[in-house]
């Protein structure tokens, strides 16, 4: 069974910056893509960014120029920094893995989420 854990959120003022933190535990034999994603009151999840294996990343549109992904292979761990932010940043944000157990079955596994409000 593989877990992940995401830590990282608080409270900042606009302008301020965060650094998420995301870990995927258990036995892994290929850890394809990691992402976070994240969930304001009355809307829907969305992806805000994602990175692969080969270090390929894409970012909502919303957050470009503002946030940065960078992962470490060898730990299976992702930081998400957050510059800039914004009040329309405030969210629940969630950690995404998947990728391929041990035991050669795929899994699609979620954090439990961390609060990012900005607020002044």
């Known amino acids: 069974q593989v877990q992940v854990v995401d830590s990282g959120g608080g409270l900042v003022q606009p302008g301020g910056s965060l650094r998420l933190s995301c870990t995927a535990t258990g036995i892994i034999f290929s850890l394809d893509a990691m992402a976070w994603y994240r969930q304001a009151p009355g809307k829907q999840r969305e992806l805000v960014a994602r990175i692969t294996t080969g270090g390929s990343t894409d970012y909502a549109d919303s957050v470009k120029g503002r946030f940065t992904l960078s992962r470490d292979n060898a730990k299976n761990l992702v930081y998400l920094q957050m510059n800039s932010l914004k009040p329309d940043d405030t969210a629940v944000y969630y950690c995404?893995?998947?990728?391929?157990?041990?035991?050669?079955?795929?899994?699609?596994?979620w954090g439990q989420g961390t609060q990012v409000t900005v607020s002044s």
């Open positions: 995404n893995a998947v990728g391929t157990t041990g035991s050669h079955r795929r899994f699609d596994s």
